[in-house]
């Protein structure tokens, strides 16, 4: 039977020669679905956030955060390459695949950091690089080198990587940060540990064949749904909270309210779901909404940001 070491070895050994990876490996290695959340969001903190900035300009800013978030992923993948070996759901990525080499990956991940930061400051402003530069490292090395293998609060500390680029892409408007694009980092920082348990309930096997102290694993199923639920509560209230500030109108917390509604319904059917359920069907139903709830909210808040304003003329006129 392989284990991890031996994957460690074998990944960890010298090479001589490049691989003969394509395009289509290298962009895998940026991890494109979550790269998309990144730059979606960070967009949305870009067109929410008062102010203008020129439309070439801000084009180049959702650039560079993207291959930042990219940058990302690769470093993560290079680390991660002993582990997703193992685990059933990463084997076929491009490093334990064999089609791309670990240097490579690693070459690969500081190149696009480097660029992606240093361009960003040049073109945009160096607050909003130095927010990339952070987030880069906190998922790189924070989370991925320190918190993913020793606590089983790696995603909550963790999810704070995930939860920056809003405010990113907020900085490059207007160089700073402010109340409203501190609610837009919460709402993903509170969204990521009820995202991730749902995944880490009907993945717990994979995780406990690399030793990853995943919550399901470490405190059990039991607690991990109740910390599902007050996460989801959380998640609900804070989903609302740029009504409350005037980002928005009501009609856009009126939506984030059903929208919240539902997240909750759906982590008390996890919570209510038996232990050890083999199928883990409300944990999967779960892990899908979420992704369509935070997509969902920060289209809203877009919509909401620019139709406030339009439906206020239009009233006007009449």
């Given at each position: 039977?392989?284990?991890?070491?031996?994957?460690?070895?074998?990944?960890?050994?010298?090479?001589?020669?490049?691989?003969?990876?394509?395009?289509?490996?290298?962009?895998?290695?940026?991890?494109?679905?979550?790269?998309?959340?990144?730059?979606?969001?960070?967009?949305?903190?870009?067109?929410?956030?008062?102010?203008?900035?020129?439309?070439?300009?801000?084009?180049?800013?959702?650039?560079?955060?993207?291959?930042?978030?990219?940058?990302?992923?690769?470093?993560?993948?290079?680390?991660?390459?002993?582990?997703?070996?193992?685990?059933?759901?990463?084997?076929?990525?491009?490093?334990?695949?064999?089609?791309?080499?670990?240097?490579?990956?690693?070459?690969?991940?500081?190149?696009?950091?480097t660029f992606s930061v240093a361009i960003l400051g040049l073109v945009v402003?160096?607050?909003?690089?130095?927010?990339?530069?952070?987030t880069i490292f906190f998922y790189a090395v924070v989370y991925t080198m320190w918190l993913k293998r020793s606590t089983p609060q790696n995603i909550v500390i963790g999810g704070a990587s995930g939860a920056f680029p809003p405010m990113i892409g907020w900085a490059c408007v207007t160089g700073g940060v402010s109340l409203d694009s501190v609610l837009l980092f919460l709402i993903i920082f509170l969204w990521t540990p009820a995202h991730f348990w749902a995944l880490a309930l009907f993945k717990m096997r994979d995780y406990g064949a690399v030793g990853i102290p995943m919550m399901p694993n470490v405190a059990g199923e039991g607690s991990t749904k109740n910390q599902i639920l007050v996460y989801a509560v959380l998640t609900a209230a804070c989903g609302v909270s740029p009504a409350l500030t005037g980002l928005v109108g009501w009609g856009y917390g009126v939506f984030a309210a059903v929208l919240g509604i539902v997240f909750v319904g759906c982590s008390i059917a996890v919570r209510q779901m038996p232990d050890g359920d083999e199928k883990m069907l409300p944990a999967k139903r779960m892990f899908a909404y979420s992704v369509v709830y935070l997509f969902a909210i920060f289209t809203a808040l877009i919509l909401a940001h620019y139709a406030g304003p339009l439906l206020d003329r239009l009233a006007g006129a009449a």
């Open positions: 039977m392989t284990t991890i070491d031996d994957h460690a070895d074998l990944l960890s050994g010298e090479q001589v020669r490049l691989s003969e990876a394509g395009a289509r490996d290298f962009f895998e290695l940026l991890k494109p679905r979550v790269m998309s959340l990144v730059v979606f969001t960070a967009f949305a903190g870009l067109l929410l956030a008062p102010g203008q900035i020129n439309p070439f300009i801000a084009a180049i800013a959702i650039l560079c955060i993207a291959v930042g978030a990219g940058a990302s992923g690769a470093l993560n993948m290079w680390y991660d390459a002993d582990i997703d070996a193992v685990m059933s759901r990463t084997a076929r990525r491009p490093i334990p695949d064999g089609r791309i080499l670990p240097q490579e990956a690693l070459a690969f991940g500081l190149t696009l950091s402003n160096w607050f909003a690089a130095g927010l990339l530069a952070f």
